[in-house]
Structures are given as structure tokens and as C-alpha cells.
């Protein structure tokens, strides 16, 4: 049996730029999937689809066991959406943004008073509640889109990117949010660019990249594929960083990378804490001095960069967006979207947001 989030082949082009090139998935009841992907990868897109806001050219999808393209009236009942960017009334102030979409879900006036400032307190907007939105900060618009995607507890959630640009502490709590909400049963498709999110909430990880879902695994499953353990060292003396690099090359299981602005070194090893001892002695005898050195399980930036030859934060100086398979190892950082991508995003924004809002209205 399909799960609550079933995709099949969805395939959407936007002039000759292949934004999903094929992408299924299938997420079980009351889990999280985190879609991990950097700039221009097809997070969005493919939430816009699941989400009924967009028609792909090919494929199929289901959420809640519904046909999204035969009957997206019937998905929206089932959805709640945050996407990438805010879609709050800016007139309105927080309270009565979040009371107006408890009335559009018909709960009486008093319910939606009292969930709505339920809400307020849980996303720390409780001072800020009766201020207008547009006098709220980024981060405040972004927690007070995501109080109002939780008003009604829909059994299948969207988020888009929903922690990019809340700080660490705001980060955290809706961490807590998410795993409370799916320790209720909420299926939750989650994107985002940091690793560690991934890491953190999802019980599953689809690693995409220009359109195709290119790995797919528990966090675990995705770091064993990098092969074990790392040490890291960092010199004291930038002249000694070859040095190093030499040393670690004897102990490794594969290519001593080095990261040059920051005098660190790194290198897949197997053996463990024994081996880091032999590590040190060696760079002692050798006179190199450093500053720091350790131990460390890959991280899933590891994973990334092992499976698409760059990182999963797009540098914006490097990228020169010319688009070619990633998966045969580009060289250094590179995407889809390069400056002018960026720019183009930005555009986007008014469109999404007004298409946020539509779904909003269709669902309640
Ligand atoms: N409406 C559109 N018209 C033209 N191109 C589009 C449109 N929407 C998306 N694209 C392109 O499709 C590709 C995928 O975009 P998408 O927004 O899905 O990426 P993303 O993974 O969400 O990226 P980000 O991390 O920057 O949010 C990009 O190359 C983008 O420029
Ligand atoms: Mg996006």
C-alpha cells in the first residue's frame, strides 16, 4: 500500500530547464522524510505538485491515499502547506492572521481565539500578537506562517525550507514542534539545505539533485555509504599543511582533503581512536604543531559531497551555472542556479506567496 505521500515519476519542465526529472517517493504514515537538496535542486517543485499547485508534465501522486491531479480539492482538505516564503496577510496583525484561517476551517470564534493564541505563545509571538505582520521581523513572519499552517492538525503536512531563517533558539523549538506534531501521527515532507535538520527529524532522507532523487536512506545508511570515520586536524602553521596532508595520506583510507583557509586536513581512516594516537606521534616526530585534531563520523555534507561531487551549499561566487550532471563529480561547488538564479528566485517570490495563500484559502 502506497504511503501518505506517494509520487510516482513526476516529471516538470520549465522551458528547457528539467526541474523534477522523474522523482518518486513514498513516505509511511506518521513519518518525516527530509528532501535534502541545495539551490535549484526541485525541492520546491515537487512540493508545489504533491501540493496541488502545480500540474506536472508526467507522473502520478497520491497524499492521504487522494489522487493530487484528479481530485486536489479533496488534497487540500487533507494539507496544511508552509512554503519557502511567508504568506501572511501584512495587514492583518499575527492574532488575527491566525484567528481568520481557524474561521476559514470553520471552527467557531471562540475555538479559533483560543487556538490562536495557543499558537502565538508556542512561537514566542505573544508580545508581537496585535501588531500588524508587516512590522514583523523575517524570522517572526516565518514562525507566524507556520502557526498558521498548524491551526487545524491536518494529517499531512508540507514545509518548505521552514526553519531558513530562524535563529538557533527558534530553530530548536520548532524542531520540538515538528516532533511533537508527528508523535501525534502527522505525515511530514520536510526540505531544507541543512544537513542537519535532515539529520535531526527525519526518519528518512531523499538526497535531490537536479530533479532526480539521487540517494535515498536513513541518516545512517546515507553516512555509511561515505565509508566510516574521519580525522580532522587543523595546523598551527599554514607552511605545514602539505606536511600533514603527507602523514594523513599514510594513515587514510582514501584522499587527504584540504581545506586551505583554514589550515584543516581530513582524511577517511579505519582503526579508530588507536590510530588517531599514532596519528599524533607521527606529526610530533615530524615537528608539525597543531591546533586541533579529532575524530568524527561523517556528516551528511560528507554524504553529499561523496554523491554529487559538491556541496550542498552552493557557493554563489563559484557557481557558474552551466548545469552539467553533477552525479560524474563537478568540479567545486556548482548548481543549476547561479546569480542569475538567485535573482530569478527572488522574483518568484511574489508568485509563491500568492499561490501560498491560494492553497491556504482552498484548504480551509
Ligand atoms: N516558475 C518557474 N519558471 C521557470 N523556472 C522555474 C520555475 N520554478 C522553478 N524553476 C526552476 O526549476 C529548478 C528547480 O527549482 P526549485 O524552486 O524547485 O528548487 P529548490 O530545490 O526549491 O531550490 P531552493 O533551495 O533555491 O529553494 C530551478 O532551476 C528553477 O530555476
Ligand atoms: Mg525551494
Known amino acids: 500500500m502506497p504511503g501518505a505521500i506517494y509520487a510516482e515519476g513526476l516529471v516538470k519542465t520549465f522551458g528547457d530547464v528539467r526541474a523534477l526529472d522523474g522523482v518518486d517517493l513514498d513516505v509511511p504514515e506518521g513519518t518525516v522524510l527530509g528532501m535534502l537538496g541545495p539551490n535549484g535542486a526541485g525541492k520546491t517543485t515537487a512540493v508545489r505538485v504533491l501540493t496541488t499547485l502545480l500540474k506536472p508534465d508526467r507522473g502520478r501522486a497520491e497524499v492521504a491515499g487522494i489522487d493530487v491531479l484528479r481530485k486536489p480539492n479533496e488534497v487540500r482538505r487533507s494539507i496544511g502547506l508552509s512554503g519557502q516564503f511567508a504568506a501572511v496577510d501584512e495587514y ?10 481557524g474561521q476559514l476551517y470553520q471552527m467557531s470564534g471562540r475555538a479559533a481565539k483560543a487556538r490562536a493564541g495557543e499558537l502565538l505563545e508556542r512561537f514566542h509571538l505573544t508580545d508581537a500578537a496585535d501588531r500588524p505582520a508587516k512590522t514583523y521581523s523575517g524570522g517572526m513572519r516565518r514562525r507566524l506562517d507556520l502557526a498558521a499552517a498548524l491551526v487545524v492538525s491536518p494529517p499531512v503536512m508540507f514545509m518548505d525550507e521552514p526553519t531558513t531563517g530562524l535563529d538557533p ?12 506534531l508527528v508523535a501525534g501521527g502527522t505525515t511530514l ?16 532522507i531523499a538526497v535531490v539533485d537536479h530533479g532526480r532523487v539521487i540517494a535515498r536512506g536513513t541518516s545512517d545508511q546515507l553516512k555509511a555509504r561515505t565509508g566510516g570515520e574521519r580525522v580532522e586536524l587543523v595546523v598551527h602553521e599554514r607552511e605545514h599543511i602539505a606536511a600533514a596532508q603527507q602523514v594523513l595520506r599514510g594513515f587514510g583510507k582514501g584522499e587527504a582533503t584540504i581545506e586551505e583557509h583554514i589550515r584543516k586536513v581530513t582524511v577517511p581512516v579505519t582503526g579508530g581512536a588507536k590510530l588517531l594516537a599514532e596519528v599524533i606521534r607521527e606529526l610530533d616526530s615530524r615537528g608539525i604543531e597543531i591546533d586541533d585534531i579529532g575524530l568524527r563520523r561523517p556528516t551528511l555534507d560528507d554524504v553529499f559531497i561523496s554523491l554529487t ?5 552552493i557557493d554563489e561566487e563559484a557557481a557558474d551555472g552551466d548545469g552539467e550532471d553533477a552525479t560524474k ?20 517570490e511574489g508568485t509563491e ?11 480551509k
Open 309 to 313: 561531487g559538491h556541496a550542498a551549499e
Open 92 to 101: 492583518l496583525t499575527g492574532r488575527e492572521n491566525l484567528q481568520m484561517v
Open 169 to 180: 533558539r527558534n530553530r530548536q523549538q520548532l524542531w520540538e514542534v515538528i516532533r511533537e
Open 353 to 363: 506567496s500568492a499561490e501560498g495563500a491560494a492553497a491556504k484559502e482552498g484548504t
Open 329 to 348: 563529480g563537478a568540479k567545486g561547488a556548482k548548481g543549476k542556479t547561479g546569480k542569475a538564479g538567485r535573482t530569478g528566485k527572488k522574483n518568484a
Open 189 to 204: 515532507l520536510l526540505t531544507t539545505q541543512y544537513l542537519e535538520e535532515a539529520d535531526h527529524l527525519a526518519h528518512d
